[in-house]
């Protein structure tokens, strides 16, 4: 059956990487559960980052099921409860200065609110941004992620800079000098740098590096924008993962997860002093205070809220990281754990394994994962994502952790 499913939506579906054609096809989620059509189980490491409180949480389908009794759409132009008691909540979070935000239906959609915010805040519209960072597939998000896309796409936006990655080989040092370049030479202006404070493949900045962007986007106006649509919403421990980095933004896009992995919904969360341009439309969408998707994201936050579920991220994190300290120790394909809260990565010695550092690794170490009843997605070339959600129990971390060991020994050559 499952065979069946996938190819009649590889026939139908245009191909593209990373989802079609698909893995598998799914008939039940739960937790840290996946079920396939034929009735086989996986522990989901990946979810795309939007399973923080778990998959198919049984609080939010029953609140969607009573908003679609009453509530179910909301056309522009009105508003209604769950989009303002959403936006009062997350403002109440934001530790800058006074706050505004907009809903979208979409990350990548967010990315470029906050772009048209830059723009019309400054009066430019060049940007800077790490190059090999991912923010989005629009033709503004996108762009901003690599300095040269396949050109069969035509051009992107113009005024895009992009500098070395602080996870590069001296790359914090690079950074800094090739933003400091940047600023200097641009001639109309840098409106905005756009990064992820914690990259969502799990490379920690080094300390101070963003409070060093921080100074030089104040000194040149720019706006810095940190894109935490993977790591934000307690992920890491914190409830913004730009609380780790010392450098406070002038705007934060959230995405993912604030829908309860249910729904799609993401914001942008900007200081109040950016709302000068009334009169223009910077994220008119037809489900933009939509009542069920803003319901999703109110849930969700309630819970996170409730649950505690932030601070056991980094209860979780101090635990992980002890076992895989033991683990490396018996097993010599495991090298460590890389990231912040439940955004982790694991990481492998392809020596150990028989096996050359590479996507061929890689592959290998997803497909041992997926044939322990792991799903997950590669880090880089030597790592797999180990993103848990912050519901996941002590027992269920018991046997993901037991699982991982035995990925290790399959893999140990």
Request: hydrophobic share 45%; aromatic share 6%.
């Amino acid at each position: 059956m499952t065979l069946d499913l996938v190819s009649r939506d590889a026939a139908a579906f245009f191909h593209q990487d990373g989802s079609s054609p698909c893995l598998s096809a799914l008939r039940a989620v739960e937790g840290i559960w996946l079920e396939d059509v034929d009735g086989r189980r996986f522990i989901d490491l990946h979810g795309n980052t939007a399973h923080h409180v778990g998959h198919r949480h049984p609080e939010i389908v029953t609140a969607l099921k009573r908003q679609l009794d009453t509530l179910p759409f909301s056309p522009r132009r009105y508003t209604n409860e769950p989009a303002v008691a959403l936006a009062e909540k997350l403002l109440a979070r934001w530790p800058g200065a006074p706050a505004k935000l907009l809903f979208a239906t979409g990350g990548s959609d967010a990315i470029e609110i906050a772009l048209k915010l830059a723009r019309v805040a400054t009066g430019r519209h060049e940007t800077i941004s790490l190059e090999g960072s991912y923010h989005g597939h629009g033709f503004g998000s996108f762009g901003l992620s690599k300095a040269i896309p396949d050109p069969r796409l035509g051009p992107f936006l113009p005024g895009r800079r992009h500098v070395s990655p602080y996870w590069a080989p001296d790359g914090a040092r690079r950074m800094l000098a090739e933003m400091r370049e940047a600023f200097a030479q641009s001639q109309t202006g840098i409106a905005a740098v756009m990064a992820e404070p914690i990259r969502s493949n799990c490379h920690l900045p080094p300390e101070g590096l963003w409070s060093e962007v921080r100074g030089l986007c104040d000194r040149h106006g720019a706006l810095l924008i940190f894109d935490e649509i993977p790591s934000g919403l307690g992920k890491t421990g914190r409830f913004f993962a730009f609380e780790h980095v010392g450098a406070v933004p002038d705007a934060v896009v959230l995405g993912k997860a604030l829908g309860g992995g249910v729904l799609p919904i993401a914001a942008v969360i900007a200081d109040a002093r950016l709302d000068i341009a009334p009169e223009l439309n910077l994220g008119h969408y037809t489900h933009e205070k939509n009542p069920l998707t803003t319901l999703a994201a109110l849930t969700t936050l309630e819970i996170i809220e409730r649950d505690r579920l932030v601070e056991r991220a980094a209860e979780l994190e101090q635990r992980i990281r002890a076992r895989i300290s033991e683990l490396a120790g018996t097993a010599p394909a495991i090298r460590g754990v890389r990231g912040a809260g439940l955004l982790l990565a694991i990481e492998f010695d392809p020596a150990a394994c028989g096996a050359a550092p590479g996507p061929g690794f890689a592959a290998e170490l997803v497909g041992a994962c997926m044939a322990a009843g792991l799903s997950t997605t590669s880090k880089g070339d030597a790592s797999i994502g180990f993103s848990l959600p912050m519901t996941v129990s002590d027992a269920e971390l018991a046997l993901v952790l037991d699982s991982v060991r035995k990925v290790a020994e399959a893999l140990q050559r």
